[in-house]
């Protein structure tokens, strides 16, 4: 799922490019939910917190409380991989962006050709998206990307007969063997039984003897078979 958090204390502006987005997005059938905010408050801050992939933040430089590029630093803090645009009525806060190596995708001006360029700097952000080490496919018509690093571990469900990949935040249910997700993974996930791939880089712990793996979250499966011994060697 692509997450776009917008925040802009002019109500406008944010029903704005939420109507940007949204005519982007019907045309590409990518699985997408928009995130709005007037303010940097305690809500956008537990947002900004929760394990979320495939974030695009259009941030507004200042509002009434607090500065956009603080915000920005914050992210950067503990998040590399989202992407961030700047939306600003002051274009002479470029060079504070450049010198703090926020690592910006642009900075948009609000009286300056503004509908055009927000389209153009998200078709950039989701181009950028699916250029990253991600798990894509099509379920119901819909295009999903899931960033490997997001995955703990997928399973299959016999029942079902579909595959359950387990992330962080939520669990995708598709009609994928597991062969074919983990070519799809080039190569990120092992698998370590026969109805189990695991992310090896989202583990902390292999119990041999009771048989079970241990993710950096402090989930638990017991999924673990010597018949695929060497696909998790080094950590068994």
Do not use: W
């Amino acid at each position: 799922m692509i997450n776009f958090v917008i925040v802009d204390d002019f109500k406008e502006v944010t029903s704005n490019i939420k109507n940007i987005i949204s005519k982007i997005m019907i045309n590409n059938k990518l699985e997408y939910k928009t995130h709005i905010f007037n303010d940097y408050d305690s809500e956008f801050k537990k947002l900004m917190n929760e394990p979320m992939s495939n974030r695009i933040y259009l941030l507004d430089i200042e509002t009434k409380s607090e500065s956009g590029i603080d915000i920005a630093r914050m992210i950067r803090k503990n998040d590399l991989d989202s992407i961030i645009i700047f939306i600003t009525a002051h274009d002479e806060l470029a060079s504070n962006i450049v010198r703090d190596q926020l690592m910006v995708l642009t900075f948009i001006c609000k009286f300056d050709d503004f509908e055009k360029r927000v389209k153009d700097a998200v078709i950039k952000s989701l181009s950028y998206i699916g250029k990253k080490n991600a798990i894509r496919f099509v379920d119901n018509n819909a295009v999903y990307i899931i960033p490997t690093k997001d995955i703990l571990y997928v399973t299959h469900d016999n029942v079902e007969r579909k595959c359950l990949i387990k992330t962080d935040s939520r669990t995708y249910k598709i009609g994928k063997s597991l062969t074919e997700i983990k070519e799809l993974s080039m190569g990120a996930l092992a698998q370590s039984h026969r109805a189990c791939l695991v992310n090896e880089d989202r583990i902390v712990k292999v119990d041999k003897k009771r048989k079970q793996i241990m993710f950096d979250n402090g989930e638990i499966i017991d999924l673990v078979s010597e018949n695929y011994k060497k696909e998790v060697g080094q950590l068994c």
